[in-house]
């Protein structure tokens, strides 16, 4: 699979699912699982963010230095 942005669901054989959004920054992985989650029941047993989370998502814009 490539390396954008793309999210994979896990179903056991138990019926337990995992989705986990790959290379999402920011919050925008809780919004891309949120319609899956909602369709696959919609009861989260554990949430855990991943470190991209805490990355700020880019805009595409050079960020600039504030003058004085």
């Known amino acids: 699979m490539g390396t954008g942005k793309h999210v994979k669901i896990t179903?056991?054989?138990?019926?337990?699912?995992?989705?986990?959004?790959?290379n999402f920054t920011g919050q925008s992985c809780h919004t891309a699982t949120a319609e899956i989650t909602a369709a696959l029941g919609g009861q989260i047993d554990h949430l855990r963010d991943k470190p991209e989370a805490r990355r700020r998502a880019q805009t595409g814009q050079p960020e600039r230095e504030a003058s004085r």
């Open 11 to 22: 179903i056991a054989p138990g019926g337990t699912c995992t989705v986990d959004a790959m």
